[in-house]
């Protein structure tokens, strides 16, 4: 039996009312084995969402009484998340959730850089049909989502068309490495998610499809380099405006 966990679609209100563990739902019955996974994934996604905020001290004992799980469980999934660089563990002080630091960010998204440049390059110059087709119908879905300011759908279909670009190429090492660069800046994304950067993100899509579908490599790399730049220019104007979520 698999374990169900989410992260409530009412986090707004339970961050309003100063409990952001309200936002977290009960573990139900399962198998034992995979309760550290269960509460890995939900604590995972409350940070990547900013329901727990950086520099956030986190409450074991809250998360155990609102999950419904012993502290071995909540201790387990901490470690795995101090590992992935999202909490930190501070010498007689606690576990906090680890703020944005623009450093990494910086290394993350050269790494993207790196291979999403030359993943473009190559999908440009395969020309395959069915690439191009699954490209255009994303770009159809992004622009309703966009246009009915549906967010999460919109960050789902920006996740998807990258996907499809790293799948056209088959090469799945690249694909891994790539995918703990972008897990690692999720929630800088999701502060530089507001409605104008949703349109502008589209319109780097558009530009770098139309280099893809007419064949221009080298367009199609430099309009990929310069849709990751948008990211760090975006998380420096963040930075400033909200200098409590990054590190110093």
């Known amino acids: 039996m698999q374990i169900k966990r989410a992260v409530s679609s009412s986090s707004v209100e339970a961050s309003a ?3 952001p563990y309200g936002a977290l739902q009960k573990i139900r019955s399962g198998e034992r084995g995979s309760l550290t996974d269960a509460v890995e994934e939900t604590l995972r996604e409350a940070i990547v969402k900013l329901v727990l905020e950086p520099g956030m001290m986190i409450d074991k004992l809250a998360i155990c009484e609102r999950m419904g799980v012993s502290r071995f469980p909540v201790s387990a999934a901490l470690a795995r998340l101090a590992h992935a660089g999202l909490v930190e563990v501070l010498p007689q002080r606690g576990t906090r959730v680890k703020p944005i630091s623009l450093e990494d960010i910086r290394q993350h998204l050269f790494i993207r850089s790196a ?3 030359e993943t473009v390059r190559t999908v440009a110059l395969m020309h395959d049909p069915a690439t191009l087709e699954a490209l255009a119908l994303n770009l159809d879905q992004q622009r309703e989502a966009v246009t009915s ?6 960050y789902g279909l920006d996740l998807a068309f990258h996907e499809i670009l790293f799948d056209s190429i088959n090469q799945p090492r690249v694909k891994e490495i790539v995918a703990v660069s ?29 280099a893809i579908r007419n064949g221009h490599a080298d367009m199609a790399a430099n309009a990929m380099h310069e849709h990751l730049d948008q990211v760090v220019d975006e998380l420096h104007r963040s930075a400033s405006e909200r200098s409590d979520l990054f590190e110093p």
């Open 17 to 19: 009312a100063g409990n």
């Open 182 to 210: 972008r897990n690692a800046l999720d929630r800088a994304r999701r502060l530089v998610a507001s409605p104008e950067r949703l349109v502008h993100t589209l319109e780097e899509h558009e530009c770098i499809f139309r």
């Open 149 to 154: 300011g549906q967010r999460l759908r919109f």
């Open 115 to 117: 291979l999403e440049v």
